[in-house]
């Protein structure tokens, strides 16, 4: 069964920085394209970033210009989502999700894997 477990999370002040982990069961990570999502309260669950297969194509919400990066190791099966000069408009729950396709999606619809995400909490 495919496993998603992210971790990472966390308080900090804006313009601060945190570390996203999401470690994958082999099965559901090798060869497929993944990405990370968040929902904010109230709000519908939004596009954050994604990787290729590879990890060399690489795609990000319009919101997030140039402040997070996403990455894969796929010896470790863990996809990681680096977020920098955090704003508190970036508070929510993170989801990392795993694709069932080798390009990158975009669309909540079109990831069959979720892990059970971690929340990210910005103060101003």
């Known amino acids: 069964q495919g496993q998603l477990v992210e971790s990472g999370g966390g308080l900090v002040q804006a313009g601060g920085s945190l570390r996203l982990s999401c470690a994958a069961s082999?099965?559901?990570?090798?060869?497929?394209?993944m990405g990370w999502f968040r929902q904010a309260p109230g709000k519908e669950r939004e596009f954050v970033a994604g990787?290729?297969?590879?990890?060399?194509?690489?795609y990000y919400g319009g919101f997030v210009k140039g402040r997070f990066t996403i990455s894969r190791d796929d010896a470790k099966n863990t996809v990681y989502l680096e977020m920098n000069s955090l704003k508190p408009e970036d508070t929510a729950v993170y989801y990392c999700?795993?694709?069932?396709?080798?390009?990158?999606?975009?669309?909540?619809?079109?990831?069959?894997?979720w892990g059970q995400g971690t929340q990210v909490t910005v103060s101003s």
């Open positions: 999700a795993a694709s069932l396709a080798r390009v990158i999606r975009t669309e909540v619809d079109e990831y069959a894997y």
């Open positions: 082999r099965q559901i990570f090798s060869g497929q394209a």
């Open positions: 990787t290729d297969w590879s990890g060399q194509s690489t």
